[in-house]
């Protein structure tokens, strides 16, 4: 059974401070590795996929980087308009799509 | 370029009462999945629909349902509606021949009293 742990669970930051957000995963071949943000009230928004250990991808003051067993968000001189909750979600290689969830970390940063 | 339109986003029911909820994907999207999403469980798939047939479900019991129609808009209902339904139930689609990132609707809130 494919699994996701996203750490911390909850995680204040004061503006500037740079900080990383992991996912621990085990999955049964990796398909493709997908970050989100949530804010309150709201659907998630797709941020990144990682498909290779090795591989970053960034936007704005976000990087998302792979290895073979977890992934890190590192935000870097965060903003207050950052805070949100932050998902996690492996797809695994063959059959559906369906991609399994972590529960989360919820970022705020102060001003 | 539309998103993925949820209705309604707010609702309140009983116990026992059943609900129907809506979601209409990006155009284009044939993919519709749906998600309920709680404090303690976080996001638990529910079913996607592709082309109206059911192609994945979760682990939800019967009272739990949907169906998509030929313009891939699609809807979810509960029956016999439980305290614990209580929930934020998000709709997503996904373009075909994607990698499989989803695109959320911003979901609808459903009380149960």
């Known amino acids: 059974e494919d699994q996701v742990t996203q750490s911390p669970e909850a995680l204040r930051l004061q503006e500037g401070e740079s900080s990383s957000l992991n996912c621990s995963y085990t999955v049964s071949g990796l398909r493709g590795l997908f970050w989100y943000r949530q804010d309150p009230g709201k659907g998630p928004e797709f941020l990144f996929t990682?498909?290779?250990a090795g591989e970053e991808k960034e936007k704005e003051r976000l990087k998302a980087t792979l290895t073979k067993k977890e992934s890190f968000l590192h935000i870097t001189a965060p903003k207050p308009e950052d805070s949100a909750t932050y998902l996690c979600a492996v797809q695994a290689s063959g059959g559906s799509y369906i991609p399994t969830f972590g529960r989360g970390t919820s970022l705020i940063v102060h001003p | 370029k539309a998103g993925v339109t949820q209705t309604p986003r707010y609702l309140i029911k009983t116990r026992g009462q059943q609900v129907t909820l809506s979601c209409s994907p990006i155009s284009g999207h044939r993919s519709v999945s749906w998600y309920q999403q709680t404090p303690g469980q976080g996001l638990q798939f529910l079913f996607e629909y592709f082309s109206e047939t059911q192609r994945n479900k979760g682990n939800f019991p019967g009272r739990f349902s949907g169906r998509q129609f030929s313009n891939s808009r699609s809807e979810m209902n509960v029956s016999t509606l439980e305290l614990g339904d209580s929930a934020l139930y998000l709709c997503?689609?996904?373009?075909?021949?994607?990698?499989?990132?989803?695109?959320f609707g911003e979901g609808s809130r459903l009380t149960v009293l």
């Open positions: 990682l498909y290779s």
């Open positions: 997503a689609s996904r373009a075909s021949g994607s990698t499989g990132e989803l695109f």
